[in-house]
C-alpha cells in the first residue's frame, strides 16, 4: 500500500488546513487510516483515527473540536481537516493505515506509513 500525502503549507495561528492521503491499493475501504506527526526535537505522536467504514474516529485530546478526520472510500482518500491552528501544531504529518481489526492509535498498529507533509504554523 502507498499512501500520498499532501496538502502541508505555512499558515498563520486560527487559520485551518485540510490534510488529504491518497492510497494506491484498491482495497482502500477495508484499511483503518490515521494521522501522525512529529513536531521539531520531538517523538512522532498519535493525532486522529477512522475506521475502515467511517463510523469510529479517535483523536488526540489537543486535537478534540479542531481537526476532523474524515474518509472518501470511493476515492481512496483520507482527510484531515485542521481549524484554528496554533503554533504547537507545526510538525510534519503523516498518514498511516493498517488491515488489523485494531485502529490506528498508535505507532505498534501501524503497517503502512506516507510521507510526511510539513504544516508550519507561524505566530
Known amino acids: 500500500v502507498q499512501l500520498q500525502a499532501s496538502g502541508g503549507g505555512l499558515v498563520q495561528t486560527g487559520d485551518s488546513l485540510r490534510l488529504s492521503c491518497a492510497a494506491s491499493?484498491?482495497?482502500?475501504?477495508?484499511?483503518?487510516m490515521g494521522w501522525f506527526r512529529q513536531a521539531p526535537g520531538k517523538e512522532r505522536e498519535f493525532v486522529a483515527s477512522?475506521?475502515?467504514?467511517?463510523?469510529?474516529?479517535s483523536y488526540k485530546d489537543s486535537a478534540k473540536g479542531r481537526f476532523t478526520i474524515s474518509r472518501h472510500n470511493a476515492k481512496n482518500t483520507v482527510f484531515l481537516q485542521m481549524n484554528s491552528l496554533k503554533p504547537e501544531d507545526t510538525a510534519v504529518y503523516y498518514c498511516?493505515?493498517?488491515?488489523?481489526?485494531?485502529?490506528?492509535?498508535?505507532?505498534?498498529?501501524?503497517?503502512?506509513w506516507g510521507q510526511g507533509t510539513l504544516v508550519t504554523v507561524s505566530s
Open positions: 498511516a493505515a493498517n488491515a488489523r481489526t485494531t485502529a490506528t492509535i498508535g505507532e505498534e498498529f501501524v503497517d503502512y
Open positions: 491499493e484498491r482495497t482502500f475501504n477495508v484499511l483503518n
Open positions: 477512522i475506521s475502515w467504514n467511517g463510523g469510529s474516529t
